[in-house]
């Protein structure tokens, strides 16, 4: 297939060939030739679009208003189309050799909620990184060192490094030794191997640590519409694998990603074998409002050393994410799970089972302000005192104050119609709703 960009060039030619036989021909041939100029003008304006697509996914890509991995595909398929080699804008500031680059970004935020006043530790129950109440927390200073593999019989390679709140998330008891207070963390290091795709374009190859797959949120914030996150990515789904995986172009809209890994969040293997995930992804569908699906599956032992060996969690999901112009946005997540044996109550031991879902509404008002929306419902049979069901309700403003520094304001309600679980302003009960607000101030570079 010929580059379009080879392509606009040719028809600027046509055109300037074309123009001056108009004065030459018959009224009918010259109606004839300005019909063909008229859709040359237009196939180079189409060109053009293309061409600015990609510079404004590139944009988009620095700024962390969408999802990484997809803007990433995108922007290929786009360049591969127009022959357009990365801008400067998609690549990091500090850009080494052999095509090392290394980015980063740094944020800090403030919840406050008005109740927490009666728990003697300040807590935000069955919060994530955002569980310190009525306090300034530093939620990460990430460095990411990356040099991408490009082209088939290239290689890559990912070192991502956090210091804060989100590293003591990521490595909390990851290799069961009771430790959970670590404030760094390695999240990410891989190695990639590309090469021609058994179906067609390339495949990946990689050994490492990885950020999962599941869960629509991801640890960072630049990454997410939202500044908390929700009970699906605290209680139901991990954070890293440790293992192999491989991705496969399956279609030239579809990937299909296969993992073996030692479990959910576990540096070391638990003692039941190993995890395998399944993750199929699609590019947006123009003609379904830009709707793109994901489904993922995990099936193997999560539990640590001391439990009950052979047992098994079972897990899948449907992610539906729509774009039917540059300014709306929406997100449907749904996950189902099980874990054979999960839970000791009573002297007894039972299966543990969850479930969840959650809606995203997001609106972009120009280049700089952005307004989400989230509604979520959780139950987790996990719990001693029993199955807890959560409600939970956010909005959140997002605004980019210049390149690379973002504010966002967040408020949120949660409730609970079973359990009781959250704190009290007097300390001596509990409630069964929870406000907060948070802000934060993340900066990228």
Not at 32 to 49: F, M, Y
Not at 329 to 349: F, K, M, N, P, Y
Not at 361 to 378: A, E, I, M, N, P
Not at 423 to 439: I, K, M, N, Y
């Amino acid at each position: 297939m010929r580059k379009l960009q080879h392509l606009s060039i040719g028809l600027g030619l046509a055109l300037a060939i074309a123009t001056p036989a108009v004065a030459q021909d018959s009224d009918e041939s010259a109606e004839d030739v300005r019909a063909l100029v008229r859709e040359v003008r237009e196939l180079r304006g189409e060109v053009e679009r293309l061409n600015g697509r990609v510079h404004e996914l590139e944009g988009e890509q620095v700024r962390g208003s969408a999802n990484v991995s997809e803007l990433s595909a995108e922007i290929g398929r786009l360049r591969d189309a127009t022959g357009l080699a990365p801008s400067a804008v998609s690549r990091s500031a500090l850009t080494g050799p052999a095509g090392f680059h290394l980015s980063g970004l740094a944020e800090m935020i403030y919840s406050y909620n008005p109740r927490a006043g009666g728990d003697p530790l300040d807590k935000n129950r069955f919060r994530a990184g955002d569980n310190n109440a009525n306090s300034f927390a530093l939620q990460t200073v990430q460095l990411v060192l990356e040099k991408e593999a490009t082209t088939a019989g290239t290689w890559g390679l990912r070192l991502q490094a956090e210091y804060g709140r989100l590293a003591e998330l990521i490595d909390a008891d990851e290799n069961f030794d009771g430790g959970s207070d670590n404030a760094f963390s390695l999240s990410e290091w891989f190695v990639t191997w590309r090469t021609k795709g058994l179906f067609g374009g390339t495949d990946d190859y990689q050994a490492g640590r990885f950020q999962t797959p599941l869960g629509f949120e991801s640890n960072e914030n630049n990454r997410n519409v939202m500044v908390t996150r929700n009970p699906i990515y605290q209680l139901g789904t991990p954070t890293t694998h440790t293992g192999a995986r491989a991705a496969f172009s399956i279609a030239p809209d579809l990937t299909a990603t296969v993992y073996l890994v030692n479990g959910w969040d576990n540096q070391i293997n638990a003692n039941g074998g190993e995890t395998a995930l399944l993750s199929i992804a699609s590019a947006p569908i123009a003609d379904w409002y830009g709707s793109a699906f994901t489904f993922n599956a995990s099936y193997g032992h999560e539990g640590s050393d001391t439990g009950h060996l052979g047992d098994k969690t079972s897990f899948a999901e449907f992610l539906w994410t729509t774009e039917p112009d540059e300014c709306w946005s929406t997100v449907l997540d749904v996950i189902w799970a099980t874990t054979e044996d999960g839970v000791a109550r009573g002297g007894l031991v039972e299966d543990r089972d969850w479930h969840g879902a959650a809606g995203y509404v997001t609106r972009k008002f120009g280049d700089d302000v952005q307004l989400s929306g989230r509604l979520g419902y959780y139950s987790d049979s996990q719990f001693k005192s029993g199955t807890i069901r959560m409600l939970d309700a956010s909005v959140a403003v997002r605004y980019l104050l210049a390149q690379g520094l973002t504010v966002m304001l967040e408020f949120r309600h949660d409730w609970s119609s079973s359990g009781n679980p959250y704190f009290s302003d007097s300390g001596s009960g509990r409630e069964d709703v929870q406000d907060t607000v948070t802000a934060s101030v993340m900066v990228e570079f």
